[in-house]
C-alpha cells in the first residue's frame, strides 16, 4: 500500500517531492495536512522548501553509522589514565575504536612509561654515583685548595657545606657503620681529636681518593677534605653522637 495520506520518515530529513506541515512535520501530497487538516504554506510545498544540510556521521570501517559512549570518548579515556591508569585501560580496551587506534596509542602509551622510566632510573644513578669529594682535579690541585683550620673552627662552621678543609688530627677510633652507604663511598670513618689536644670530636669519612690508608687509633694525620656538615652514624640499632663530619680526600701520617 501507498502512503498518499501523509507520513513521518525518520530514516529521511526531508521529501522534497511532497508538501509538509510547519506544525506537525508530516509530509503529505494534498493540499491540507491529514492531521491537523491547516492548509500548507507556500514556503513549505514540494519544490520551495530549502535544501536540508545532513549532519556528518562517524562511519567505521564496514561503513555503518557508530555511535561512541561518553565513558569510551578519547577525552574521557584520557581523564581516566591520570585517575586510574588500570581503569582506563579498561576504558580503552572495551572502546569500539579500531583496533590499530588500539596498538599505536597502546605501544605510544608503553613507549612513553618505558623511557621515562630508563630517564628516571638513568637519573638517579647519576646522583647516587656522584662521590662526595671531588675527583676532577690532580691531587696537587685539591691540596691547594684546602684551607688549614683547627677543629674549634671547623666546628664553629661545620655547615658550610663543601668548603675544603685541611685539618691536622689524632685519631681515636676507627669505626664501620653498620648499615648501606646508598653513596656507595665507603662506610669506614674515623673519630678524631684536634692534634694538639681537646675534646671535640669531628667524624672523618674515608672517601680516600688516593691509596686506601688504615688507620691506627693514636696515629696523627694530616687530612685534606671537604665539610659535610653535622653527621651521625648507625651502630647497631643507635645512632652515634651528631658531630661536624669531614668527607677525606686525602690524607698522610705526620707522626
Known amino acids: 500500500m501507498g502512503r498518499s495520506l501523509g507520513y513521518f520518515d525518520s ?4 521529501r522534497p517531492e511532497l508538501n509538509k506541515c510547519p506544525d ?25 522548501r530549502a535544501p536540508v544540510k545532513k549532519p556528518k556521521k562517524r562511519k567505521n570501517s564496514s561503513g555503518r553509522v557508530q555511535f561512541i559512549a561518553w565513558y569510551h570518548s578519547w577525552w574521557f579515556i584520557l581523564i581516566m589514565f591520570f585517575v586510574s591508569r588500570i ?3 579498561i ?23 618505558v ?3 630508563i630517564l628516571g632510573s638513568g637519573l638517579l644513578l647519576h646522583l647516587f654515583d656522584q662521590p662526595l669529594v671531588n675527583d676532577d682535579i690532580s691531587r696537587a690541585e685539591y691540596v691547594e685548595l684546602c684551607r688549614d683550620m683547627t677543629v674549634e673552627d671547623f666546628y664553629r662552621n661545620a655547615n658550610d657545606l663543601g668548603r675544603y678543609v685541611s685539618l691536622e688530627l689524632t685519631v681515636v677510633e676507627r669505626c664501620v657503620e653498620q648499615s648501606i ?3 656507595d663511598t665507603g662506610s669506614t670513618y674515623y673519630r678524631c681529636k684536634d692534634l694538639n689536644g681537646g675534646e671535640m670530636i ?5 672517601c680516600n681518593l688516593d691509596k686506601p690508608l688504615q688507620f691506627l687509633p693514636g696515629d696523627m694525620i694530616r687530612v685534606y677534605g671537604e665539610s659535610g656538615g653535622m653527621a651521625s652514624f648507625l651502630q647497631g640499632d643507635t645512632y652515634t ?3 661536624p663530619c669531614l668527607y677525606m680526600a686525602y690524607c698522610e701520617l705526620i707522626g
Open 87 to 89: 581503569a582506563g585501560l
Open 241 to 243: 653522637d651528631e658531630c
Open 181 to 183: 652507604d646508598v653513596y
Open 91 to 113: 576504558l580503552f580496551i572495551t572502546s569500539p575504536y579500531s583496533k590499530k587506534a588500539k596498538i599505536i596509542t597502546a605501544a605510544s602509551v608503553v613507549g612513553g612509561y
Open 11 to 14: 530514516d529521511e530529513l526531508d
Open 202 to 206: 669531628i667524624y672523618v669519612l674515608d
Open 24 to 48: 506537525c512535520e508530516c509530509y503529505f501530497a494534498s493540499e491540507e495536512c491529514p492531521l491537523c487538516g491547516k492548509i500548507c504554506p507556500e514556503a513549505f510545498r514540494a519544490g520551495n
Open 115 to 117: 623511557l621515562l622510566g
